[in-house]
C-alpha cells in the first residue's frame, strides 16, 4: 500500500488536526439554471442605492458577527467595516458607474485595484491584508446577488489559496477541523485568530490535488500537511505560453466505411451535461459559458466561473474541452446588462465582450486558471474581423500577466474563433491569429439566407445548399488548422454528406444526437457518398 503523502508547509498555528478536506475552490452548485442559490436578476441589478443597501447588508452581518466576539476578533471585524465606510471605495466606485459601468463591476474593478496594491506591498503585513479587501469584496458582492457566503461543515480541514477571516469567524471550530492554504501569511487576520482559538493551521503548502472530503491531517507543530495515497503536488505556476500542436485531438475517433478517421464531440449548455462523455466521444467541442453564467453577479464572479469551468475539465479528465466565451447582447441578454446602452446597441459576442471589457476579464481571468486543470481551449463568439482576435488575445495576455504577478497558478489556452459570420466565413485565410475554427451553422444560415429568428427553422432547409457551399469554401482556407462544426447541422444526418463532401472531419453535436451520427457516420464513406451495401 502507498505511503500517504508528506508535505512540508509552514506553521502559522500549532496543534494537530485531523478531517475531511473542504476544497474552498471545488463548485458546489456548478450549474447556474435553477440553482436553489441563483439569484433574481431584480436583486442583482441596481444603480448606486443598491450598491449602498449591499454594503449597508454587509456591514449589519459583520456587526452580527462580532457580537460575543473576542477583542481580536472585533478589532478584525471593525477593520472590514470601517473599510466598508471609508468614503473613498463608495465615490471611486461610483466614478466608474458614472462613466456607464454596471455597479457590480464598478465595485469590482474599485476593490480590485486595493487588493492589487496591498498585493505589491513590500512589507509581509500589508501583503496580509489584501485578503481582507478580498473578503469585503465578495461579501458585497454576495449581498448584491443574494447569494451569502456559505459555512463548510464542522470537523473540515479548510483547503485553499488564501481564507477571509469573516468565515474563519463565522465557522463553529468548537467540533475540531484545521487550516492548510496554499499560500497565506503568518502575520495574517487569519493566523492571528487560529492561534488565539488554538485552530492548528499551516500555511505555504503550494498547490496540492486532494478530493472533497478526503482524509487530511494538519501538524501545526511541524509545519506538514499529510495526505493520503494518491495525492499529488501541482506545479505552483504553469507557463503562460500555447501548447504546440492540435489540442483538439484525442481519443474517441471513428472512421468512415472507407476507413478515414472522423472525431465525434458533443456540444454542453450545462456542466451536468458532461456525463454524456462516454469513452466513445473526442470531447466538448462546444460548451456554451453563458448558460452557466446567468446574471451579471455571475459574470463579475471570478471564483464562480473558475469552479464551473474547473468542473467540467477535470470530469472530462484528459479529454478536450472548448469553451466559448460568453455569447450575449442582441436577443441573449445578460441579466443585470439590460438597461445599458451598448446592449441597445445591436453589439453581440466578440463585439460586446470588447466594448464591455470589465465581463471579459473577469471570464479570461477565470478560464486562464482554469487551463491549469485540463486540455482547454477557448473559442471566441460572433468573430466578424481579424482584428478582434488580436484584441482579445492581448486581453488574454495582459490577464496572463496579473495572474503572474500574484503567482495564481494559470495557462494561456489556444484561443480560437467560431465561424458564423458569412464574412468572416468567405475571409478565414485572414484570421491568421485564430488556433482553431469551428462552424456555427445556426447564426451562419440565419445572416447568409437574411432570416430572423423566428423563421430560421423554416428557412433552414432551403438555405442549406448555400450554406454548404459556403462551408466547402471556406474549408480549404483553413490553411491546415484544426476545423470543426457545432451547429444544428451536424446534429442532423440528412446533412451529414454534404458536410463530409464538404470536408469536415471533426464533429460536435448535443448529447442526444451524438449515436444517430455516429451511426450515420460509418454508413458514409469520407467523400459523403453512401458505403456498399448501405
Not at 487569519?190 to 482559538?197: E, H, Y
Amino acid at each position: 500500500m502507498a505511503e500517504p503523502l508528506r508535505l512540508k508547509a509552514k506553521s502559522a498555528s500549532p496543534g494537530i488536526a485531523s478531517g475531511p478536506a473542504f476544497l474552498a475552490e471545488e463548485p458546489k452548485a456548478p450549474s447556474a439554471a435553477g440553482r436553489p442559490d441563483a439569484a433574481p436578476a431584480s436583486r442583482a441589478v441596481g444603480g448606486y442605492g443598491a450598491l449602498e443597501k449591499a454594503i449597508d447588508i454587509s456591514i449589519g452581518e459583520l456587526e452580527h458577527l462580532a457580537d460575543g466576539a473576542d477583542a481580536e476578533s472585533r478589532d478584525i471585524i471593525d477593520f472590514q467595516i470601517e473599510v466598508l465606510r471609508d468614503p473613498t471605495i463608495a465615490e471611486a466606485t461610483g466614478a466608474r458607474m458614472e462613466a456607464d459601468e454596471n455597479v457590480v463591476f464598478a465595485w469590482v474593478a474599485t476593490l480590485d485595484a486595493y487588493i492589487g496594491e496591498l498585493e505589491a506591498a513590500d512589507e509581509e503585513q500589508m501583503r496580509a491584508r489584501a485578503v481582507d479587501i478580498l473578503d469585503i469584496k465578495n461579501r458585497v458582492l454576495g449581498a448584491l446577488a443574494g447569494t451569502p457566503i456559505a459555512d463548510f461543515p464542522p470537523g473540515s480541514v479548510f483547503v485553499g489559496k488564501d481564507m477571509e477571516p469573516s468565515r474563519f469567524l463565522a465557522h463553529d471550530w468548537s467540533k475540531g477541523g484545521g487550516i492548510a492554504l496554499f499560500a497565506g501569511s503568518t502575520a495574517g487576520h487569519v493566523a492571528l485568530l487560529a492561534r488565539a482559538k488554538s485552530v492548528p493551521m499551516v500555511i505555504g503548502t503550494g498547490r496540492f490535488s486532494a478530493g472533497d472530503g478526503d482524509p487530511v491531517s494538519v501538524d501545526g507543530n511541524a509545519g506538514a500537511v499529510i495526505l493520503q495515497a494518491g495525492s499529488m503536488l501541482i506545479p505552483p505556476l504553469v507557463p503562460a505560453q500555447e501548447p504546440a500542436g492540435d489540442t483538439q485531438t484525442i481519443g474517441g475517433e471513428l472512421r468512415t466505411a472507407d476507413g478515414v478517421p472522423i472525431l465525434l464531440s458533443i456540444n454542453i449548455n450545462d456542466p451536468a451535461e458532461i456525463d454524456a462523455l462516454d469513452p466513445a466521444t473526442a470531447g466538448v467541442g462546444l460548451m456554451r459559458s453563458e448558460f452557466s453564467v446567468a446574471s451579471v453577479a455571475d459574470a463579475a464572479n471570478e471564483e464562480r466561473q473558475l469552479a464551473i469551468y474547473r468542473s467540467v475539465l477535470e470530469q472530462a479528465g484528459d479529454r478536450p474541452v472548448t469553451i466559448r466565451m460568453l455569447d450575449i447582447g442582441g436577443d441573449k441578454p445578460l441579466a443585470g446588462l439590460e438597461d445599458l446602452p451598448v446592449l441597445a446597441s445591436g453589439l453581440r459576442g466578440i463585439r460586446l465582450l470588447l466594448a464591455r471589457p470589465e465581463i471579459a476579464r473577469v471570464q479570461a481571468r477565470a478560464l486562464l486558471r482554469a487551463a491549469v486543470f485540463g486540455r482547454l481551449s477557448v473559442m471566441l463568439p460572433m468573430v466578424t474581423f481579424p482584428d478582434e482576435i488580436d484584441r482579445m488575445r492581448e486581453l488574454f495576455r495582459e490577464e496572463a500577466e496579473k495572474l503572474g504577478r500574484r503567482a495564481l497558478p494559470h495557462r494561456m489556452p489556444p484561443i480560437g474563433m467560431m465561424v458564423e459570420v458569412p464574412s468572416a466565413a468567405l475571409m478565414l485565410d485572414a484570421f491568421g491569429a485564430a488556433a482553431f475554427f469551428s462552424f456555427g451553422t445556426n447564426d451562419l444560415t440565419q445572416y447568409l439566407a437574411a432570416s430572423t429568428r423566428d423563421d430560421i427553422d423554416a428557412d433552414a432547409g432551403k438555405a442549406a445548399p448555400a450554406v454548404l457551399r459556403l462551408l466547402a469554401q471556406a474549408v480549404k482556407l483553413t490553411a491546415g488548422k484544426p476545423v470543426s462544426i457545432c451547429g444544428d447541422m451536424a446534429g442532423n444526418p440528412h446533412y451529414l454528406p454534404g458536410l463530409l463532401a464538404a470536408g469536415l472531419r471533426h464533429f460536435s453535436v448535443a448529447p442526444a444526437r451524438r449515436p444517430a451520427i455516429r451511426s450515420a457516420i460509418i454508413g458514409l464513406n469520407a467523400d459523403g457518398t453512401r458505403a456498399a451495401g448501405e
